[in-house]
Nanobody, 124 residues
Framework: QVQLVESGGGSVQAGGSLRLSCAASGYTLSEYCMGWFRQAPGKEREGVAGIYAGGGSIRYADSVRGRFTISQDNTYNTLYLQMNSLKPEDTAMYYC?????????????????WGQGTQVTVSS
């Protein structure tokens, strides 16, 4: 059974950093595409970053490119999202999910096995 568990969220001031983790069980991360998504109150869930570590491919949303870095550690079967230069508009619940078709899109409809999310709050 596939399970994803996010952690690492918290409250920081603008300009600060956080590193989110997504621990996977039930399958091997490196075999599929993985993605980070976020959802702010009253807004639709949006894609933040996607990775296919097996092929070295990465994709970022324009809003986070240059500030966020997606990576994964296959030894620990864990996905990461390093978030630097955080802004108040980055405040949201952050989720990880997997795409076994490996389309490397940032469309929520392409992803499955969503975790429960971890809250990120950035104050000005």
């Amino acid at each position: 059974q596939v399970q994803l568990v996010e952690s690492g969220g918290g409250s920081v001031q603008a300009g600060g950093s956080l590193r989110l983790s997504c621990a996977a069980s039930g399958y091997t991360l490196s075999e599929y595409c993985m993605g980070w998504f976020r959802q702010a109150p009253g807004k639709e869930r949006e894609g933040v970053a996607g990775i296919y570590a097996g092929g070295g491919s990465i994709r970022y949303a324009d809003s986070v490119r240059g500030r966020f870095t997606i990576s994964q550690d296959n030894t620990y079967n864990t996905l990461y999202l390093q978030m630097n230069s955080l802004k108040p508009e980055d405040t949201a619940m952050y989720y990880c999910a997997e795409d076994r078709m490996c389309r490397l899109s940032l469309r929520t409809t392409d992803y499955h096995s969503w975790g429960q999310g971890t809250q990120v709050t950035v104050s000005s």
